[in-house]
């Protein structure tokens, strides 16, 4: 037979008595069972703690576990916890059935300077659950900036002057540098090697490079950890080479805004649901300008509103350069009571030029924190960069 499901830690006597008719026989043995979540637990296995997460990472994580001492044929689904170390914040990621694994893209998560504390538990169809599994601690490092020009093979003249150029990073602490390397067939060439400079560019001068010869480029943040790798180009040099960076090319832009509040459930006797709310929001160009977006009719928008468990929002801007853009969110509004279900926690995500940027994050409650409290009116959102390319 099958338990249902009971609170942890919950004491049962169970005897198994032989019945004829409407006769039960004697019994003696008598089984006593206790409740212990933490007998059953998940073991995680990936990624590797050692590593490090580069700041505000575009890409996401997939953290990975396997079933450790837990009975797969009784899981519905698993639940990821992700603590951020800074704010304390704390946010549940459910998986879509058995998978072992759950991919995290969410740069509100990976910009905790602190790091965060990652654990995950198994969910049954009627909603038990087992213990955390121990947790993984992973270190968020200030991001290597991405060199623009040269690009991977591009083709300069070393007769010319030519200035390299690279994108900020997203984690510059004050008086930190950006440390340049030019490689020739592993040998640094003379005056760039780890040369400093606050800038995000530097002339290289003609007559530094040799011609017809292959060079790799490397760009560092000197404040990033030992453990991230930076980004490297590999170009070359030939006489008669254009050293000038091509335009700046213009695409559309097309932004995607989705958002969840968990409704009633007619056919479940305890449903609740979250109050509705409306996020604002706001789109700036590289150089910090506001960006007017619409949506498919054309009508410049704003805000989104929050009303059910699929609220979905297009903008659009035609011919916009290709660059880094801000997406600011703010919660302008909650519905009066603002009831949070923390269960089904309210969320968000941001899909650019079709991409994933933000996937699920979770909107947290902390009335005890006002400065991480999330689920507030005018709280403002950490920005969320947009690589338009």
């Known amino acids: 037979m099958t338990l249902p499901a009971l609170a942890d830690q919950t004491n049962l006597f169970v005897r198994v008595l032989p019945q004829k008719g409407v006769t039960y026989a004697a019994c003696t043995n008598v089984w006593r069972i206790k409740t212990d979540k933490n007998a059953t637990l998940l073991t995680m296995t990936g990624p590797d703690p050692k590593l490090p997460i580069p700041y505000k990472t575009y890409f996401g994580k997939i953290f990975k576990w396997n079933a450790g ?93 030519v200035t390299i150029t690279w994108e900020p990073s997203l984690w510059q602490e004050p008086g930190e540098q950006y440390l340049v390397t ?29 011609n017809g010869k292959n060079y790799t480029l490397i760009i560092k943040n000197s404040g990033s950890c030992v453990g991230l790798d930076p980004w490297t180009v590999l170009f070359s040099t030939i006489a008669g080479a254009n050293n000038n960076p091509p335009a700046t090319p213009k695409k559309d832009l097309s932004i995607q805004l989705s958002a969840f509040r968990n409704e009633l459930d007619p056919a479940d006797p305890f449903s609740f649901e979250n109050a509705d709310y409306t996020l604002g929001f706001e789109v700036l160009d590289p150089d910090g300008n506001k960006v007017e977006v619409v949506d498919g009719n054309g009508i410049t928008v704003s805000e989104l509103l929050v009303d059910s468990e699929n609220a979905v929002l297009g903008m659009f801007a035609k011919d916009q350069p290709v660059g880094k853009y801000t997406l600011k969110l703010k919660m302008l509004a909650i519905s009066d009571p603002p009831v949070y279900y923390p269960f089904d926690q309210p969320q968000f995500s941001v899909i650019l030029n079709g991409q994933t940027v933000i996937n699920e994050h979770i909107i947290t409650i902390n009335p005890f924190d006002p400065i991480y409290d999330e689920w507030k009116v005018n709280f403002q959102f950490t920005d969320i960069t947009l690589d338009h390319k």
């Open 182 to 210: 030019i490689l020739s067939n592993g040998i640094p060439v003379n005056g760039f090697n780890n040369t400093p400079t606050m800038s995000t560019s530097m002339l290289l001068p003609a007559g530094t490079l040799g």
């Open 69 to 161: 001492t837990v009975n797969l044929a009784l899981v519905d689904h698993f639940k990821v916890r992700v603590e951020e170390k800074e704010s304390g914040q704390v946010a549940f990621f459910n998986t879509p059935g058995k998978t072992l694994e759950k991919e995290i893209v969410d740069q509100l998560i990976y910009d905790d300077h602190l790091g965060i504390e990652l654990s995950v538990l198994a969910v049954g169809p009627q909603g038990a659950e087992t213990g955390l599994s121990s947790v993984f601690s992973y270190t968020i490092c200030q991001d290597q900036p991405i060199p623009k020009f040269p690009n991977d093979n591009d083709k300069i003249d070393p007769a010319l002057p």
